[in-house]
């Protein structure tokens, strides 16, 4: 009887930095929100900024995975007209 191995979910350093930087993010971005709920001068500049932080971080994250998923593409393109060739 075979075992079988659990598949564990290793998650990057990347991943696991990027997670916690839209969790921050979020929270901080609701601050201003929380200030005026609290009867504070909210700063509207502030909530724009991490809101601003938020989508430059997924636009970041989404580009270096095109750029991966473009090089394993190309790899593979590549390897196949190596087979096509050397067969």
Known sequence: ?????????HKTYT???????????????NIPYLLS???REPVSELG???VL???AVCIGYLVRG???????SDDEYRRMLLDNVGG
């Open 53 to 55: 932080g938020i989508v």
């Open 37 to 39: 709920a609290l009867g």
């Open 48 to 50: 724009q900024v991490w």
């Open 15 to 29: 991943k696991k930095l990027t997670r916690n930087m839209l969790v921050i993010g979020i929270i901080s971005g």
């Open 66 to 72: 095109f750029k991966d998923s473009k090089e394993t």
């Open 1 to 9: 009887m075979k075992k079988r191995k659990r598949k564990r979910l």
